[in-house]
């Protein structure tokens, strides 16, 4: 199993501005995500967190606007920049240890004003 | 188009019942399926795997049945209880396509009543 501290749990941000959320695991993972949550919609993938290499974003999402590190098997950070209104939404780190499950955060919930 | 769906209203059910959740998708072959509780202001918990090959899976209260003629999945909850108020989200892993990431449903809400 994996237990996954996501920071900050909230935060309230200016447009125009940035954020970067971070992901610690407690143990070495293969994997690590980066979704979205609007309420009551479905959590939406922005990207795979590539260990040592640049993030795979899915279509829809990109570099510039969600840079993504992963310097190592336990960490992880996500940036949303240059923030709208429109990004205002939960932001959730997860894992996987080479396994079927997922692991989640606890999530980001951000709104940009 | 592909698509997974989950009934978005609400389910409200007195203690005591059996709460039955729907996950119906279309145009995946999943490799697998899987259930998740999500609380408020919290991430999704898993809770329960069942692969294409199996019909069911249990593990305590909770049963999952998975038909994949009907491309269905239904998860029970037995002798419910308010703490079981929660979200559910179905996920699903498609075996082809080359895309091999997990698949999530917009989630059930549960409200268990005493």
């Known amino acids: 199993s994996a237990v996954i501290s996501q920071k900050p749990s909230r935060d309230i941000c200016q447009r125009g501005t940035s954020l970067t959320i971070q992901c610690q695991v407690d143990?070495?993972?293969?994997?690590m995500f980066w979704y979205r949550q609007q309420p009551g919609q479905s959590l939406t993938l922005i990207a795979t967190a590539n260990q040592g290499s640049e993030a795979t974003y899915e279509s829809g999402f990109v570099i510039d606007k969600f840079p993504i590190s992963r310097p190592n098997l336990t960490f992880s950070t996500l940036t949303v920049s240059n923030m709208s209104p429109e990004d205002s939404s939960i932001y959730l780190c997860s894992a996987e240890t080479g396994g079927t499950e997922a692991f989640f955060g606890q999530g980001t919930r951000l709104t940009v004003v | 188009s592909q698509k997974i769906e989950q009934n978005s209203e609400a389910l409200n059910i007195q203690e005591g019942k059996t709460a039955t959740l729907t996950c119906n998708y279309t145009n995946y072959s999943p490799a697998y399926l899987q259930w998740y509780r999500q609380d408020p202001g919290r991430g999704p918990v898993f809770l329960l795997l069942i692969r294409e090959n199996e019909k069911e899976k249990r593990k305590e209260r909770l049963k999952v049945t998975f038909d994949t003629t009907l491309k269905q999945s239904l998860f029970h909850i037995t002798a419910s209880q308010p703490a079981d108020s929660a979200t559910y989200l179905c996920a699903l892993l498609p075996i082809s396509g080359g895309y091999n990431k997990l698949i999530f449903g917009a989630g059930t809400r549960l409200a268990v009543h005493p």
């Open positions: 143990s070495q993972v293969t994997m």
